[in-house]
Nanobody
Framework: QIQLVESGGGLVQPGGSLRLSCGASGSIFSIYVMGWHRQAPGKQRELVAALTTGPTKYADSVKGRFTISRDIAKNTVYLQMNSLKPEDTAVYYC???????????????WGQGTQVTVSS
């Protein structure tokens, strides 16, 4: 099993910045995708950004403001969020698509979520 622990959420004023972190631990054989999703009240969960084996993906609404990065040695993924807007308010979830051993098929793993609130 792969465990994910997120940190870095909180309350910030519009125009401010936050940095989310997500560390993966446990039995890790391979990781193919590391990313962030978010879910606002009354809305479906949506992809925010993801590091894949191909091009990095960003939601159109965050392009130019958010940056996703990864520390491979630490199995940690970060989300730097700048120029935050009230509409960025949501619970942010870390997501990993990977496998815990050579004999286990890759699967999706999720963190517990961290609240980001953008408000004056």
């Amino acid at each position: 099993q792969i465990q994910l622990v997120e940190s870095g959420g909180g309350l910030v004023q519009p125009g401010g910045s936050l940095r989310l972190s997500c560390g993966a631990s446990g039995s890790i054989f391979s990781i193919y995708v590391m990313g962030w999703h978010r879910q606002a009240p009354g809305k479906q969960r949506e992809l925010v950004a993801a590091l894949t084996t191909g091009p990095t993906k960003y939601a159109d609404s965050v392009k130019g403001r958010f940056t996703i990065s990864r520390d491979i040695a630490k199995n940690t993924v970060y989300l730097q969020m700048n120029s935050l807007k009230p509409e960025d308010t949501a619970v942010y979830y870390c997501n990993v698509y990977g496998s815990s051993s050579a004999t286990v098929e890759p699967d999706d793993y999720w963190g517990q979520g961290t609240q980001v609130t953008v408000s004056s």
